[in-house]
């Protein structure tokens, strides 16, 4: 009796899995991951001790939702490709309803975190162009975003996804090129503000402006690489089974809350390393030598302003404020004229 047996090869695939369930089940868990860090973050800020204002609160409640929101969504995502549609492999570049409400999810989040960091840079340069230009982009990415999912509901039946990518290739790439753009904007722009105060400063100071400035460029450099990344891949899309650049696209929402969050949470280690830092007063607005504590608090944008020296300092003064920093006078160590005065310093 001849074996009839099917060949298990015939079982297999008609196409790589890899490039589109492979990047799929990756991106999902990897942006669960990061929703978990991002949790953690949150029980972090939620007990700390900073008194920030409504809006930035709002902001970080905002954040979570979507982000709840977002992993739920990815969830149901997978859930429907890998087991309501088991072995149905064309399913995996067919468009779904979980997918196209992420793309502007994720767009929310994201706008909303360079919003908040061209906000800094607001604060930093006084400069109202900056964040006029950055909400006119933010305005245009979200507005790609819901676009996206309203194709992509009426089109489902009718187009793939990487079809899809390639008949509004050019829609999606401004997009995603604008958003890099800012990424790479905001971090430059930071950089610059705090080199240029970094100059200003004393040398003991100066080790708070470094951290900035690092904290700065680790923030800018992740989610302007994974942008780039994912910029590149979704460019270079042109068959029916590659979803390379959808690993990325499921990391961007998460990386942009992580960076808003530890952007709010460092304020701490920036505190302890502002304390107790000395520094002298410039010898020609003062024959003697005044003792003072820098007690480094954050402003309600939660970026620390630093002045210059000419800044703070002002003779014959008991309470001086400056660039968002106030010098307070307490009775303690010895003054031009002879009595006794300490200065506390301090962001209001």
Request: proline share 4%; with cysteine; glycine share 6%.
């Amino acid at each position: 009796m001849s074996d009839q047996s099917t060949p298990a090869s015939s079982h297999l695939p008609p196409f790589d899995l890899g490039p589109t369930l492979g990047a799929l089940e990756l991106g999902v868990l990897l942006a669960t991951l990061l929703y978990g860090t991002v949790l953690v973050q949150l029980f972090n800020y939620f007990h700390s001790q900073f008194q920030d204002r409504p809006a930035i609160k709002r902001l970080v409640y905002f954040i979570a939702l979507i982000e709840t929101l977002d992993t739920s969504l990815l969830w149901t995502y997978l859930y429907s490709r890998t087991v309501h549609h088991f072995g149905d492999f064309e399913m995996l570049a067919q468009p779904y309803w979980a997918l196209a409400l992420i793309v502007p999810l994720g767009d929310l989040a994201i706008s909303g975190v360079q919003l908040f960091f061209a906000y800094r840079v607001y604060k930093l340069t006084q400069k109202r162009f900056y964040p006029v230009l950055c909400i006119l982009f933010s305005m245009l990415r979200l507005v790609k975003g819901s676009a996206i999912a309203i194709t992509m509901a009426t089109e489902g039946s009718t187009v793939t996804i990487p079809g899809y990518v390639v008949k509004f290739k050019p829609l999606v790439l401004v997009a995603l090129a604008l958003g890099a753009g800012m990424d790479v904007a905001n971090t430059i722009a930071l950089c610059m503000c705090f080199v240029r105060r970094n100059g200003e400063a004393q040398a003991r100071t100066r080790r708070i402006i470094d951290k900035l400035i690092l904290w700065t460029i680790e923030t800018g450099l992740i989610t302007s690489l994974c942008g780039v990344l994912e910029l590149i891949l979704m460019a270079t899309t042109d068959s029916s089974d590659d979803l390379m650049w959808i690993f990325f696209f499921f990391q961007s929402p998460k990386l942009y809350s992580n960076a808003l969050l530890a952007s709010l949470n460092r304020r701490a280690l920036l505190q302890s390393l502002g304390q107790n830092v000395s520094v002298n007063a410039d010898s020609r607005l003062s024959s003697a030598r005044r003792n003072v504590r820098i007690d480094v608090d954050i402003d309600h944008s939660g970026e620390p302003v630093l002045p210059s020296q000419s800044d703070l300092f002002n003779k014959g003064s008991d309470k001086i404020s400056a660039c968002g920093i106030e010098l307070h006078t307490i009775p303690g160590s010895k003054n031009s004229h002879g009595s006794t005065e300490d200065r506390a310093l301090s962001v209001v």
